[in-house]
């Protein structure tokens, strides 16, 4: 009998359910969306979380939309407790969820129902 063993990258990249519910990662209403003219990727989100003022959150989807307003008013999850990072001199806080097709050619952001309200954190 032949023992196959797992791969190894396959094992490097696991965390613990304790690592993973350090993971703070709430819904979020698109407020509005700025084009970032000396950025080919970014865009300026302001999103409300239902917090004292809506975040700002920079996000690298501008080649996604040909019209970028569509995405003011959607719902959305958000990674919201990165630490803040600097792009193009301005500060995001936090990150949309988005998936890539394997392929390269699909793109979706991840979304919820409008019965869902901001700042309901995902568990």
Known sequence: MRVIKNNPMEQ???????DFKKIEIKIG????????????????????????????????IKGYFEDPQVLVGKLCPFVTNLAPRMMMGLESNGMIMAVNDKDGKGFSLLGVDDSISSGSRIS
């Open 12 to 18: 490097d990249n696991k965390i613990s359910i304790d």
């Open 29 to 60: 209403k698109i407020l509005s969306v700025e084009i970032i003219p000396e950025s080919e990727k970014l865009l300026k989100l302001s999103v409300d979380f239902a917090e004292k003022e809506p975040r700002q959150i920079l996000s690298g």
